[in-house]
């Protein structure tokens, strides 16, 4: 004689789904958390020594400058390291590791012809990206300038600046507000173009304006791609 399965009480059946949405939000909770703070294990390795400085192109022949901002270029990696790192902030190319606003910066200047210039920092931040979000939250908190190893001569030859920046907490790393203060802008055309990793140009517009008064900041762009950023300045009437 078979046995009648008995369906299961309403009761049972929330119990069994409010355990999977806990299971879930659990999971999807260790994963952010993992993946915010840990570098990706399957990420492509790199050693320190193949990973860009950013170098400074300025020819005086062009009236575009692109100015940009990564991390990859301003890290403090130990000391001897022989081993590879990886990070998120790290797109590698022909064996080469560049932040993400430098490989923008060079599909700028390929597409452009402008010159070239990295904002790079006297003190490197750490190498952890929390390490680099805690130097970044108390700069933003007391308004820090930190001081910049590179310098133009003269924003004059300029009429139109790309400003490449990565989100940081929804706004500018404070290197890029260092670069933009220390030279006048106005009446130059400001084309910000954003790298993030979910949230945009965030208030970067805003803070470039309020720091370059005179120069017109147009509507940016959040960039996904190499390509999306050569895409933009094209329908801006830059590409040569
Ligand atoms: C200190 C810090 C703060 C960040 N804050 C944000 C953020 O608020 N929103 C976001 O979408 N991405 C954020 N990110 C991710 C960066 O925008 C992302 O790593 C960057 O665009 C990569 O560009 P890069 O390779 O040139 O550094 C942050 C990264 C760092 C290091």
Known sequence: ???EKKPLSRGKKIGIGVAAALVTAAVVGIGVFYCTFFPN?????????????????VTGESNVLIAYFSIANNRAYPDGEVDAVASASLAIREGKGYGHAELYALAAQEATGGDLFPIKTAEPYPETYGG????????????????LTEHLDSVEGYDTVI????NWLSGLPQPVLSFLEEYDFS?????PIATSQALGLG???EQIAAACPGAEVVDGLSARSE?????FLKRAGLVI
Not at 132 to 147: I, K, L, V, Y
Not at 187 to 191: A, D, M, P, S
Not at 227 to 231: F, L, P, Q, R
């Open 163 to 166: 400003l490449i920046y990565p």
């Open 227 to 231: 390509d999306g950023v050569k895409e």
């Open 203 to 205: 208030s970067g517009p």
């Open 187 to 191: 009446g130059k055309t400001i084309l």
């Open 41 to 57: 294990p399957l990420a492509k390795r790199i050693a320190p020594v193949d990973i860009s400085a950013g170098e400074m192109s």
């Open 1 to 3: 004689m078979s046995k």
């Open 132 to 147: 680099a979000f805690d130097r970044h939250r108390s700069e933003m908190g007391t308004s820090h300038r930190p001081e």
